[in-house]
């Protein structure tokens, strides 16, 4: 069993899947997990890197993230998305830390770049994500299937070097992400009772936009902030929206 995986979730990242791979072939094994439905040559570049590959019919990332953690055999894994890049920096800190083994699961901080542009504020950074697990130690809530939950055995760490994301890189990706995580928040404001009172489909957009723009520091991102904490408001909104959808259909 070696030491380090890497282990790469990817669905059409034909764009991105080689430098991802590229990014972490630092680590002692990389595997890809690759959706089965994939349309385009993400499999191709994987196959050409002489990386494992695995296909899998996605459900959701819970469970995919599960099965990896079943079936890479490795002491700890790294879980990175084809659209995120590993450094030589983080390699050092990242051998370092399992070396200590002072925890079972490390938050790493991340870099997003949204429409081309480095984002260091207005909610995007640190934007921690839980993605370097000791394996057995750690597992996904299976009832978290999006905005995925990490259950570990005891405190977890924090890293310093970020992974870079490369997060929405046009305006059209940006509104289909949103939309599905629209539907998906809504249904889980239903499932808590949460009623879309009229004053809601106002009071809530403003306040998240007060709450991204003032309280997050977006002004520091300067325009680019603004408009981010704006289209966030929208979706805010947007959330209200399809939840009013949800009640009048049980009606």
């Not at 597992?139 to 977890?156: A, C, F, I, Q, S």
């Amino acid at each position: 069993m070696v030491e380090l995986a890497a282990v790469i979730l990817a669905y059409n990242e034909e764009h991105h899947i080689r430098d991802c791979i590229a990014s972490v072939d630092w680590t002692d094994r990389v595997v890809v997990i690759v959706d089965s439905r994939c349309t385009d040559r993400t499999v191709e570049f994987a196959r050409t890197a002489d990386v494992e590959l695995i296909e899998y019919t996605f459900q959701n990332f819970a469970q995919q993230r599960n099965d990896a953690l079943d079936v890479v055999e490795a002491d700890w894994i790294l879980f990175v998305d084809a659209d995120e890049r590993s450094s030589a920096a983080q390699a050092d800190e990242i051998r370092a830390v399992i070396a200590q083994a002072d925890h079972n699961g490390y938050w790493i901080p991340r870099h997003n770049y949204i429409f081309g542009k480095l984002t260091r504020f207005t909610g995007w950074y640190p934007d921690y994500q839980m993605r370097l697990l000791r394996r057995g130690k750690a597992h996904y809530d299976p009832e978290r299937k999006v905005h995925e939950l990490v259950v570990v055995e005891g405190e977890p760490g924090y890293l310093t070097e970020p992974l870079i994301h490369y997060n929405y890189t046009s305006f059209a990706q940006f509104v289909e992400k949103q939309n599905r995580y629209v539907r998906y928040d809504a249904h889980i404001l239903k499932e808590q009772g949460i009623q879309p009172k009229p004053h809601k489909f106002i009071t809530q957009p403003v306040r998240h936009f007060i709450w991204r723009y003032i309280t997050l520091k977006g002004y520091r991102d300067g325009l680019h902030g603004l408009r981010l904490s704006g289209l966030m408001a929208w979706y805010e909104m947007q959330k209200y929206v399809h939840l009013r959808r949800l009640y009048r259909a049980d009606e």
